[in-house]
Nanobody
Framework: HVQLVESGGGSVQTGGSLRHTCTAS?????LGWFRQAPGKEREGVAT???????SYASSVKGRFTVSKDNAKNTLTLQMNSLEPEDSAMYFC???????????????WGQGTQVTVS
């Protein structure tokens, strides 16, 4: 079992930056960020594994950076050049060895809100 605790998020103007952090307890080889806006399906944002291999949604490539500190079991999502379309609830998740945004992630954090206006 993996427990995930997120922090960060908040409100920012278009073009601004925010950072999320997720702390994992348990198996954290593969961690990722997902988001869900009201009335929309949840979508994968970015994932990374303990080997540093990452995957990104095309909508965030070049603007978001995901990184993992294996020693601290933390996952960070740096979000730059934010757009109103990035507004959503962001969730940290722990996933399988086959680590990418389309994989089946079994464990989820409580979510933090991002609002871009």
């Amino acid at each position: 079992h993996v427990q995930l605790v997120e922090s960060g998020g908040g409100s920012v103007q278009t073009g601004g930056s925010l950072r999320h952090t997720c702390t994992a307890s348990g198996d954290s080889y593969c961690l990722g960020w997902f988001r869900q806006a009201p009335g929309k399906e949840r979508e994968g944002v970015a994932t990374t594994n303990s080997n540093g291999r990452s995957s990104y949604a095309s909508s965030v490539k070049g603007r978001f950076t995901v990184s993992k500190d294996n020693a601290k079991n933390t996952l960070t999502l740096q979000m730059n050049s934010l757009e109103p379309e990035d507004s959503a609830m962001y969730f940290c998740a722990a996933g399988p060895v086959n680590c990418w945004i389309g994989a089946n992630f079994a464990y989820w954090g409580q979510g933090t809100q991002v609002t871009v206006s």
